[in-house]
């Protein structure tokens, strides 16, 4: 079934949750708990996917400020967002597999291979690039 744009709905979905730029670490959070929450959301409408995307954008612009991303090797990157997202190596466990692999990784012991490396850009919402430099050539 397809669902149709309703402005009206719409509307009521932007009186109720009031969506702005995010200023400040409280606000970054509850944006990213409504993200959240309509992501995980079944049956999406197509207004909740609108103020998802709204939001999504709010998000990345506040953390693209706050967070910026340096130059760096795939285990810099790493290690730059566990810190910046206070990430513990326990939480990476379902995206690396196992700790052993994810104490490797982070003591820089070990590399991020291809699939890990596609885990990490999912589960830190980032483009796969900054942590696989082979994927470079096919981001441009």
Not at 42 to 48: D, L
């Amino acid at each position: 079934m397809t669902h149709t744009f309703n402005a009206k709905l719409y509307g009521k979905l932007l009186a109720e949750y009031q969506p702005k730029t995010i200023t400040t670490e409280e606000e970054n959070e509850q944006a990213i708990a409504l993200a959240q929450n309509l992501e995980h959301r079944p049956n999406r409408t197509p207004g909740e996917e609108i103020l998802l995307k709204l939001l999504v954008t709010l998000i990345e612009k506040f953390e693209e400020t706050h967070y910026p991303i340096p130059e760096g090797t795939p285990h810099s990157m790493l290690m730059h967002l566990m810190d910046a997202r206070d990430i513990t190596k326990e939480a990476l466990i379902e995206v690396i597999s196992s700790l052993e692999v994810v104490q490797e990784i982070v003591n820089g012991v070990r590399t991020i291979n291809k699939a890990e490396a596609e885990g990490l850009a999912d589960y830190f919402h980032v483009d796969v690039s900054l942590f696989d430099t082979n994927c470079l050539s096919r981001v441009s």
